[in-house]
């Protein structure tokens, strides 16, 4: 497991404290902090600053609502067999970007990267998932994202 | 007949598909491309009225969001789902109450939130939500579906009363009524433990909720929501969103209990 180094959290974060009151700015950091998108709660639970990035053996495909679930075989450093669990867009959202049920199936080699769950140590948000041939899928974003000021 | 029938359809490009996800919406004005035409006239009912019949959803554009060499492609989301008034100047006029309450929602992140529990959609949130709507409209009443729990609304243009003393639920009690083109719509009656967005706006029994719906063209809709909640709110305040036509799709019905796994992902 890799740690990815980001710094684009705390930009964001930063750029909304000058735009709102107080109040609001409080939580908006708060938010900023948490990898807000596409689901039906906060996203408060998984921690963005903790980066997971698995290589690993797709075990089981979760296709329902409100959240398709992936979950990976993969090696630990001892060469342990450990089970991933990664939490995706609804699968209504994930096929209005071109995903189906079948797009990912048991025993398929992916690359998941994430924010893991603060108080589970083998769950995760996706941010993005490749297949062994380098192909992307859609996760939707799961960080806020504020794009640079524009250069006078 | 049967087998001419049946070569026809088989040989139709949408035939075999088990969904409408890209099944053309038939009677929408189109581009000689064949691209709907956003820009067209708002289309009218047989007795003149604007018809705001068709699937919406915000009006915000896709983006992608790039690392060094790689993209991920970033949800379309209206900020207003996060906060309703983010575009209000100084924010929501919160009172004491209303910012103990978020105070602690804040502090437990939003765990409590309604929708994380799959409570339905209740509207004006659900206008802002990452699922579509569907508005029907008639000459005696409107009716929103959502795909949120797969949930309807009941807008009553038949001019009745706004009910008295009514018992509290999720979407409250909706009349509507004609100025000009703008459908105005009033509601009463919702329950005393709502979210408005994420981050824990309140809105409560003593609420009045006004929402003007104004067709700007085929492919836009502005809506403008007022909130009168005196017990969350130190006075009246409005917002103005914007929903895009969905078309060439379907509603896909979404119900959050069927496999809800977040809730316990919180900490307690």
């Known amino acids: 497991m890799k740690t990815i180094k980001d710094n684009r959290i705390t930009r964001a974060a930063k750029n909304w404290k000058n735009r709102l009151s107080p109040l609001s700015a409080l939580v908006a950091v708060c938010l900023a902090l948490v990898p807000v998108a596409w689901a039906h709660h906060s996203q408060s639970e998984y921690d963005p600053r903790k980066k997971v990035e698995v290589e690993g053996t797709v075990s089981k495909v979760e296709w329902k609502s409100p959240h398709a679930w992936i979950h990976v075989d993969v090696a630990n450093d001892k060469g342990e067999k450990v089970n991933w669990h990664f939490e995706l867009p609804s699968p209504n959202t994930l096929m209005r970007r071109g995903w189906n049920r079948d797009s990912l199936k048991i025993g398929d080699r992916i690359k998941v990267t994430g924010s893991q769950a603060r108080n589970f140590p083998d769950i995760a948000i996706a941010t993005t998932i490749k297949d062994g041939q380098g192909k992307a899928f859609f996760t939707g974003v799961t960080e806020i994202y504020e794009p640079e000021p524009q250069s006078k | ?60 554009p896709s983006r992608d969001l790039c690392r060094t060499g790689d993209c991920i492609q970033e949800e379309r989301m209206a900020r207003e789902q996060i906060n309703i008034g983010t575009k209000l100047p100084g924010g929501l006029p919160y009172t004491e109450w ?15 939130d309604p929708h994380t529990y799959c409570m339905p959609p209740n509207f004006p949130r659900a206008w802002t939500l990452p699922q579509y709507t569907r508005i029907v409209q008639t000459p005696g009443m409107m009716v929103v579906l959502h795909e949120f729990n797969e949930a309807y609304r009941e807008v009553y243009l038949d001019g009745r009363p706004l009910p008295e003393n009514p018992n509290p639920t999720w979407n409250g009690y909706s009349t509507g009524h004609w100025e000009g083109d703008t459908l105005v719509i009033e509601t009463n009656g919702i329950r005393d433990d709502m979210w408005l967005d994420i981050q824990g706006s309140p809105v409560t029994e003593s609420a009045r909720i006004t929402e003007r719906l104004k067709r700007v063209n085929f492919g836009l809709m502005q809506i403008e929501i007022t909130v009168n909640d005196p017990k969350a709110y130190t006075k009246p305040w409005s917002v103005t969103i914007e929903m895009a036509v969905q078309v060439d799709t379907q509603m896909l019905g979404e119900i959050c209990i069927d496999n809800e796994q977040d809730v316990k992902l919180y900490k307690k």
Not at chain 2, 22 to 35: H, N, Q, V
Not at chain 2, 101 to 112: D, H, V
């Open chain 2, 98 to 112: 209303s910012r103990e309450q978020m105070k602690t929602r804040r502090a437990n992140g939003g765990r409590e």
């Open chain 2, 1 to 60: 007949m049967l087998s001419a029938v049946l070569l026809f359809v088989l040989a139709t490009p949408a035939a075999g598909l088990s969904q409408w996800l890209k099944y053309p919406t038939p009677g929408i004005p189109r581009l000689a491309s064949g691209a709907p035409n956003l820009k067209a006239p708002a289309p009218r009912t047989p007795d003149g009225k604007p018809d705001l019949s068709g699937m919406w959803f915000a009006n915000v």
